[in-house]
C-alpha cells in the first residue's frame, strides 16, 4: 500500500478507543457529555478527537442516502488491465457519486459502490463511461435489493463492552442506530436549497456546530436543527464515523460474495448483520445475491470466520472471498495508505461554540 503505516505516526491508547465507540453512540455528542461519560475532562477529550482526526484514525461525516431520494445503489466489479487498477480507482474515488473503492484479485479487479443522485448521474458512469474506458476488460453492475447492515449500522460491534452500558446510556444511547431496510424507498424526499446547504456543510464536518450549519444554510440555528432532526428521522442522512481499520488492529479484509438459496437470503442477511466482523452487508442482482465486507484481524481469523461462521450457515451454497489490497475510499473519505484523508483539522470547540450547538445525546435533538 501507498503510505505510511498509521503505527508510525499514531500510537492508540484506551482513552482514544474509548472516545472512538462514544462517537459511534452519539456522533454529535458535545465533548462535554462525552467527558462526564468517560470521566475525562472535557479538554482531555477535545484534543484526543482533534488527535485521531490529524492522524487519519476517524472522520465524522455526513452521508447522504440517496434511496431516500428515490435513487437506486449499484455494486461494480471491474476487471482491469495489468498496470491501469491505480489509475482506474484514483479516478473512481474522485467521483462524487462513487462512496467506496477498493482494490483486490491481485491488483486487477476494483470494486466500487455507487449512489448516483439522478438517473443520468448512474446512465454517465454505468453505461457510458466505464464501457468505454479502454483499461476495463469486464464490468459487473448488481443493484442493492436489501441492506442489512452498512454506514452507522455495523456500529463496529468489535468494540462493544469498551463502554459500560450506565456509559452509553450517559451518551444516549438507545440500540443500534441502523436497521433493515428497502433499498429505496417508496415515497423519495424532496430536498429544498436549504437542505442540500445543510447536507454539503454537513459531508465536511459531521460535527459541524448549529451555528456553523445556519452561516452555511443561510438560516438560523433553530430552524437547521429542525431540519437536520427532520432529514435525520427520514434517512436522507446518517452521522458517519469513519474508522481507518488498521488503527484498531484490523489488517485483513475482504470482499465476500455469497450464492444464497433464494428462500435463505433474508435469514443469511441478518444473521450476518449481527457478526462483529461485518462492516457491510445487503442481498443484491446478479450470480451472487449477497455480498458483504469483512473486517479481521489477520488472514487466519479470517479463514476461521468464514469457514466456520459463514460457511455453516443454512442455505449457502458457495461463497467467493476476495481480499482487498487496498482501500482507495471508504464511505466517501479518500484513504492514503491506511490513513482516512478528510477536510482540514475541525475547529478547536468550547462550551460556547459547537459543544453548545452539538446534540447531547441521541443524534439530532438539541442540546
Known amino acids: 500500500m501507498a503510505g505510511a503505516s498509521m503505527s508510525e505516526s499514531c500510537e492508540m491508547q484506551p482513552e482514544d478507543v474509548r472516545i472512538i465507540r462514544a462517537l459511534q453512540v452519539s456522533p454529535r455528542a458535545s465533548f462535554a457529555s462525552m467527558a462526564d461519560a468517560l470521566g475525562l475532562t472535557e479538554g482531555a477529550v477535545n484534543r484526543r478527537y482533534r488527535r485521531l482526526c490529524a492522524d487519519g484514525v476517524i472522520r465524522v461525516a455526513g452521508m447522504v442516502n440517496p434511496g431516500a431520494l428515490g435513487q437506486s445503489r449499484w455494486l461494480v466489479r471491474l476487471r482491469c488491465r495489468p498496470g491501469s487498477v491505480t489509475a482506474i480507482a484514483g479516478a473512481l474515488a474522485k467521483r462524487d457519486d462513487v462512496n ?70 450517559m451518551l444516549g444511547s438507545d440500540g443500534p442506530p441502523f436497521t433493515e431496510s428497502p433499498v429505496v424507498a417508496g415515497d423519495p424526499v424532496r430536498l429544498t436549497g436549504e437542505d442540500e446547504k445543510i447536507l454539503e456543510a454537513l459531508a465536511a464536518d459531521g460535527r ?58 433474508k435469514n443469511v442477511g441478518r444473521t450476518l448483520a449481527r457478526e462483529p466482523e461485518i462492516a457491510f452487508a445487503a442481498a443484491i442482482s446478479g450470480p451472487y445475491n449477497i455480498h458483504a465486507v469483512a473486517h479481521c484481524r489477520d488472514f487466519d481469523e479470517l479463514f476461521e470466520f468464514t469457514s466456520d461462521r459463514i460457511g455453516s450457515l443454512p442455505g449457502l451454497q458457495s461463497m467467493e472471498i476476495s481480499p482487498v489490497l487496498q482501500h482507495v475510499k471508504q464511505a466517501g473519505t479518500l484513504l492514503s495508505g491506511d490513513r482516512l484523508v478528510g477536510p482540514e483539522n475541525p475547529p478547536e470547540r468550547s462550551r460556547d461554540g459547537s459543544d453548545r450547538s452539538a446534540t447531547r445525546g441521541r443524534t439530532g435533538k438539541r442540546s
Open 100 to 169: 467506496w473503492v477498493a482494490v483486490g484479485a491481485a491488483g486487477c479487479e476494483v470494486t466500487c459502490a455507487t449512489q448516483s443522485r439522478t438517473q443520468a448521474q448512474r446512465e454517465e458512469l454505468l453505461g457510458q463511461r466505464l464501457p468505454r474506458t479502454a483499461a476495463v476488460l469486464d464490468i459487473n453492475a448488481f443493484a442493492m435489493l436489501r441492506q442489512f447492515m452498512g454506514g452507522r449500522g455495523h456500529y463496529w460491534a468489535a468494540l462493544h463492552g469498551v463502554l459500560s452500558p450506565e456509559q452509553e446510556a
Open 208 to 265: 459541524a456546530s448549529l451555528v456553523d450549519l445556519a452561516t452555511a444554510a443561510d438560516s438560523t440555528p433553530g430552524r437547521v436543527s429542525r431540519r437536520l432532526h427532520a432529514l435525520l428521522q427520514q434517512r436522507v442522512v446518517h452521522i458517519d464515523v469513519e474508522i481507518a481499520a488498521a488503527a484498531l488492529g484490523y489488517h485483513a479484509r475482504a470482499n465476500l460474495w455469497l450464492r444464497v438459496h433464494p428462500s435463505a437470503v
